[in-house]
């Protein structure tokens, strides 16, 4: 394994291997946990897609952030956030207007358009109970991945990130995809399992977290990630 900064270094449980960070130079990356994936009255809720299994990763992602914190790693935000005139959401032309989920789920209820994962509504914030703190960054994304046409590398990068733990939903689509994307620019990849959630088929999830394990990084848990930031 890679040998982190003198003072830093842990060795942080996972799969298929127990993998070192250097906490100094670690983030937490805290990907759609808003209210319309998340809550009642959200774009998923309204749309009639369950939310139930959401709902119960606020409590334990809660005490992920809170621990993370006390830590000292750093935590990064994306959401999705379109423009109100959906100038960023790639119009008809684009696969993105016929398959991103909220963009489907808007189409098929014009009435709501414009009402959700748009800025500025409530819709697109983060659930309270996970809401970032002062100064931590938030990146807007239009596309599953928090790294596609987003400043999300140069944060980490201003950030001194190498070591990214990635939380939120959902597993199989925009955390997998954030994840893969940052395996490419020579992030290290951890996904904390039992902090991210999926409205999908169970056999979806699996396939996301078997690609981690095997293909793009490391799994882990709260409960690993959380003894580790401890520490002895």
Known sequence: MHSSQAGGAVRLAARPEPVEIDLARTAVVVVDMQNAFMSPGGLFDKSDLPIAGAQAVVAPARRLLD??????LKVVYVKMSYNADLSNAGGPDSPNWHKETGMVLMRKHPEDW????????????????????AGEPVVRKQRYSGFAGTSLDHVLK???????????????????????????????????????????????????????ENLFGWVS????????????
């Open 67 to 72: 621990g993370a914190r006390r830590g000292g």
């Open 114 to 133: 414009g009402k959700y994962i748009t800025e500025g509504t409530w819709d697109e914030q983060v659930v309270d109970q996970l809401a970032p703190l």
């Open 158 to 212: 201003t950030l001194g990130v190498k070591y990214v733990l990635y939380i939120g939903g959902a597993t199989n689509i925009c955390v997998e995809t954030t994840l893969m994307d940052g395996f490419f620019l020579d992030y290290w990849p951890i996904l904390v399992e039992d902090a991210c959630f999926s409205q999908c088929p169970p056999v979806a999830v699996e396939g996301a977290i078997w690609n981690v």
């Open 221 to 232: 848990t709260i409960d690993d990630v959380l003894a580790a930031v401890a520490g002895p």
